[in-house]
């Protein structure tokens, strides 16, 4: 199954203030978009939601994704981080967001455990989603946090139909 991007006339405001029932909707269609990336795959993460449409990824510990020191290395945390942020932050809009602005805090080494990533929307405007993520150890330790800047762009997303 392959999603498709459409496109929205310029002008046309991004809904921030979706209704519960949108995010949950949304968070299902962003799940089955994940489901068929390639990423999933190579990294290994595995993607829910809350009920509030805050993503969270899971990614266990995959010695192909160690530095020299066999640990996980650093940009690896940080696609986790941006994972969490832009998965978050795409339930609150009907059109496709874009990473303009990640920042990423390494707090300490993974531990060569299972990483688990989370975000929550800061703030949801008409045009620009401000996401705070964090990445915890499986056993509760803080690994990393960070925070995101996603644009709104003019593309709508959508599965095809069942047919």
């Known amino acids: 199954m392959r999603g498709e991007l459409s496109e929205v006339p310029e002008g046309s405001d991004s809904v921030s203030s979706m209704s519960d029932d949108a995010i949950c909707r949304r968070a299902a269609l962003l799940t089955e978009f994940y489901a068929h990336a390639p990423m999933k795959k190579t990294f290994g993460m595995e993607l829910s939601y809350d009920a509030a449409g ?26 986790l981080l941006d994972n969490a942020g832009w998965f978050t ?4 809009y009907d059109h496709w967001v874009n990473t303009s602005e990640l920042t990423v805090r390494l707090h300490e080494p993974a531990g060569r ?9 800061v703030r949801a405007g008409g045009r620009l989603c401000v996401v705070s993520m964090t990445v915890h150890s499986a056993t509760g330790r803080l690994v990393a946090t960070g925070t995101g800047s996603f644009m ?12």
């Open 113 to 121: 455990e299972t990483l688990i990533g989370a975000g929550t929307v």
């Open 54 to 79: 805050n993503a969270t990824f899971t990614m266990p510990n995959d010695p192909g994704m160690h530095h020299s020191f066999r640990d996980t290395h650093g940009g690896v945390i940080a696609t």
């Open 152 to 163: 709104v762009s003019s593309k709508t997303i959508s599965l095809p139909s069942p047919g």
């Open 89 to 92: 932050a795409a339930t609150r």
